[in-house]
């Protein structure tokens, strides 16, 4: 994860959407919706990555398959 | 019977008679006129029309029309239009005619009134979408074609058995709701089959990508939606269905994380959405169901688009990985801008399709005190965004080469101006898309129960805004993490795919066969190495170099997997296909073809080319038989 200016701008429209979830009144708590985008994107990226360690597999996991690197002919 | 003669199919399969002889710009104007004719039919139709006949002793409802049916027809009959403008340039007669039947074929599926009607069509439309994807006879085209042939095949005839044994059951074939018993259980199996439920769901993300451009923006549109309908006619409030739906929303948004090709990431993202519509129908209620319906509408038209874009830099560039991709969004704006739009409708972006249709789905489960499905819905619908919109783009487009020209190339990639006719389609979709995310009445209107919902409200916009720009802002902090590698992933085709050989490995083992040695003409083939140019990371578990074998005929095989399958050398005359390098020039003679045909049929590592014309001749076979059956079958 990367930190610095990407981690201030979130912190500070973090603070923002509560706000605006104060006034709007709609979401269960303030902050609501905000909490779900960015903690749902953090599991989502965490826990594939890690499944990816059990399913990603290289390229010619099918051998018959054309060979990955053929990319220049997929027109026609 | 007069009313039949409005049944929407018929335009599609006349239609798919004429592009098969028609010259190349009659067909354009077929392919254009056909769906046209058939939404003029469909705005002609009223809800309750019924054309019933009897047939072989069975009381069929061939034609039957309520709201339910009317929604799917019509969002059918855009499709078919949408994706025959797409692909005028780039599809060829038999792939138009394969594709006019598929569409055709799914309208009457939509249109059935009884399980047999239902079977027929449903039939015709898995074999014709088997031709859309072999008829761009390139890359994996054949094979993908030929698991997807058999996969549907097996769905089939669970759906057929199914059906008699209901009909055995119970003397009825009329489709309606069914309850659970082990008879509905094989035809609720092959719906799901048909809709893509992991982990029957497979062949989706095996064969859409494999189909030439236009041809996957046709498959995207029809399969699984028929599936949705049948189930939302078959089984609605199947608290199964409520499970199996949040699995598929989550499943495909998981695969997407790691899925390196544009159009298989797709398709995993129809997996997720499909799996929404599912959740809805197990939900069962009136507003699930309006739910269930208004997404599989919206979800034709987006994604349709979504296809269509990446289809654009298939065609512009010849790659659709996005590891091999980036740098190029300078030259391709106008694809980019009409990709977007299609991104932030199935992201449901206010004011887009998606908002007005999936948060359909998910208030439903609001009503029904769902909460869990509730929370886990929004997540599938953050990770929607996070693939589809941001990091399919991104890779794409972009990719660490930034906004293009691409640096880091000898030779810059080639983009290739796109043809009229796919902006024109394009722009249809993503027009339709921005209407009815303004209008959301015009959708409602066509849904099968009165609509109460208000998708505008500001707590509702609010909160969906937020959620997606923090999806977002996460984003931009794991952008490191995101990029796309060049790996594939395990899926559950492998137990078709892989398992069969090693088991027969094991088996010729067992009997002491000598061990697999690479034939020489096998050699140019891509065959399993142990990585050796790519750093793999510890504890990344390494697949076993897999010794590749060769059939019982040893050499011999290898060397006539030279010989195209379809093609048969001339006698005396070198043998060496293109592409494949040179080998072993044998002359096999009948006994041997024959053996050869056999450990090719039975042992899938050996064999040549991929298989086109024997895929070809089995499709005719099951065809002309099913045509001598039926004919055979109306002499009174």
Not at chain 2, 64 to 82: G, Q
Not at chain 2, 169 to 178: I, W
Not at chain 2, 182 to 195: D, N, V, Y
Not at chain 2, 536 to 543: F, K, M, T, W
Request: hydrophobic residues 50%; neutral net charge.
């Amino acid at each position: 994860m990367r930190t610095g200016r990407p981690m201030l701008v979130t912190a500070a429209a973090f603070v923002v959407a509560v706000l605006v979830d104060l006034v709007v009144g709609y979401s269960p708590f303030p902050g609501y919706g905000a909490l779900i985008g960015l903690l749902g994107c953090i599991v989502i990226v965490v826990v594939s990555k890690w499944l990816g360690r059990f399913l990603s597999r290289p390229e010619d996991l099918y051998p018959l398959d054309v060979p990955a690197d053929v990319q220049e002919d997929l027109r026609g | 019977m007069g009313e039949l003669l409005w049944h929407p199919v018929l335009p599609f399969l006349v239609g798919a008679v004429i592009v098969f002889f028609a010259p190349r710009r009659l067909g354009n104007l077929v392919m254009v006129a056909v769906p046209l004719i058939a939404l003029v039919q469909i705005s002609q139709l009223e809800a309750g029309t019924s054309v019933e006949l009897s047939y072989l002793g069975f009381d069929l409802e061939v034609f039957r029309v309520d709201r339910l049916s009317l929604a799917f027809a019509w969002v059918f009959a855009v499709a078919a239009a949408i994706a025959g403008i797409y692909g005028l340039r780039t599809m060829e007669s038999r792939e138009r005619t394969a594709a006019l039947v598929y569409a055709g074929a799914a309208m009457g599926v939509v249109l059935a009134g009884d399980l047999m009607t239902l079977f027929f069509f449903w039939e015709i439309k898995a074999v014709a979408s088997t031709f859309v994807i072999l008829t761009r006879r390139g890359g994996n085209s054949a094979r993908a074609g030929t698991r997807y042939l058999f996969v549907h095949l097996v769905g089939g005839k669970l759906l057929l058995a199914g059906v008699l044994w209901h009909y055995a059951a119970t003397g009825s074939l009329s489709f309606t709701a069914m309850s659970l018993t082990p008879a509905t259980s094989m035809i609720l199996i092959a719906f799901l089959l048909s809709a893509a439920v992991p982990p029957l769901h497979a062949w989706l993300a095996d064969a859409y990508p494999e189909a030439s451009v236009a041809g996957t923006v046709f498959l995207s549109a029809y399969t699984t939606k028929a599936a949705v309908y049948a189930l939302a006619r078959g089984f609605p409030g199947t608290q199964l269905l409520i499970y199996l739906g949040i699995i598929m929303a989550l499943y495909g948004v998981v695969y997407a994380v790691l899925e390196n090709d544009t159009r298989r990431l797709l398709g995993y993202h129809i997996v997720s959405q499909v799996g929404y519509m599912v959740a809805g129908v197990g939900i069962g209620t009136e507003v699930a169901i309006n739910g269930a319906t208004a997404h599989a509408f919206a979800h034709i038209l987006y994604k349709g688009l979504l296809l269509m874009g990446a289809g654009a830099v298939i065609y512009a560039t010849g790659r659709s990985k996005m590891s091999e991709l980036g740098g190029i969004a300078n030259r391709m704006r106008g694809a980019l801008a009409l990709y977007m739009i299609g991104a932030v409708s199935i992201s449901s972006v206010p004011l887009f399709s998606g908002f007005v249709s999936k948060e359909l789905v998910v208030e439903a489960a609001y009503q029904s005190e769902l909460g869990w499905l509730v929370l886990l819905l929004k997540i599938a619908s953050v990770g929607t965004f996070l693939h589809t919109g941001l990091k399919l783009p991104y890779g794409t487009w972009f990719g660490d080469e930034g906004w293009g020209p691409r640096r880091n190339e000898g030779a810059r990639l080639q983009v290739d101006p796109l043809p009229v006719s796919m902006f024109v389609a394009m722009g249809i979709g993503a027009v339709l898309n921005t209407v009815i995310g303004v209008y959301p009445a015009l959708l409602y209107d066509l849904l099968p129960f009165p609509v109460d919902y208000v998708p505008y409200t500001l707590g509702k916009v609010v909160e969906k805004s937020a959620l997606l720009l923090f999806t977002a802002l996460a984003f931009w902090l794991l952008l490191d993490q995101l990029g796309a590698k060049a790996k594939v992933s395990l899926d559950t085709d492998w137990l078709y795919r892989t398992l069969p050989r090693l088991i027969a490995d094991a088996w010729r083992r067992s009997r002491g066969a000598p061990a697999p040695v690479a034939a020489p003409g096998a050699a140019a083939e891509p065959q399993p190495q142990p990585p050796t140019g790519e750093p793999v990371p510890v504890g990344e578990p390494v697949p076993a170099a897999e010794p590749v074998p060769v059939g019982v005929a040893g050499a011999v095989i290898g060397s006539s997997a030279l010989t195209s399958s379809g093609a048969e050398p001339a006698p005396g005359a070198p043998t060496a296909t293109v592409g494949q390098g040179a080998g072993v020039i044998v002359e096999p003679g009948a006994r041997q073809r024959l053996l050869d045909a056999i450990n090719r049929f039975i042992d899938p590592a050996v064999d040549g080319p991929p298989p086109v014309v024997s895929t070809w001749a089995l499709g005719g076979v099951i065809l002309v038989t099913a045509i001598v059956i039926l004919t055979v079958s109306l002499i009174p």
